[in-house]
């Protein structure tokens, strides 16, 4: 996991935003995972992907993929969000996840058999959650699901 400390401070830390930069956080129910600058953010949602850059108009939409965030320095940060939302306002970008992962801390092989599992699991109540949760954290990873 990212930590949010060291995140900021390569970030230049402070809460405004740089000239030509989103201010974006990215928080779970538990805690804010990161929090910095970006130069645009890439959400899959249930419209649609969808691509912000500064300016662009204020939105609500319902996630349901990968997260890619472009940091001012360059860097790409990849989330696997479960569940939740992007809000885009004139502040910025909030990614809010039940539950987020960086695709760094994510073991592929893990969430491969996961979705084996869920794929076995039939009908089993658990399983469309299960098996949308490892599709997404294996698209974070760029493995196909």
């Known amino acids: 996991m990212t930590d949010v400390a060291s995140a900021r401070d390569a970030d230049g830390g402070g809460t405004g935003t740089r000239s030509g930069a989103l201010h974006v956080e990215v928080v ?18 249930t419209e649609g992907e969808l691509g912000v850059q500064p ?67 039939g009908d089993e109540p658990w399983a469309p959650a299960a098996e949308q949760r490892a599709r997404i954290r294996l698209a974070a990873v760029g493995r196909a699901a």
């Open 28 to 45: 779970s129910v538990e805690q804010e995972l990161w929090s910095g600058d970006a130069t645009i953010v890439i959400a899959r949602t």
């Open 55 to 121: 300016g662009h108009t204020p939105l609500l939409g319902r996630l349901d993929g990968v997260v890619r965030i472009r940091r001012t320095e360059g860097a790409e940060l990849v989330v696997a969000p479960h569940g939740g939302f992007i809000s885009v306002t004139e502040d910025g970008v909030s990614i809010l996840a039940e539950t987020a992962e960086f695709a760094d801390d994510i073991d592929a092989d893990r969430a491969a058999q996961a979705l084996e599992r869920a794929r076995d699991a």
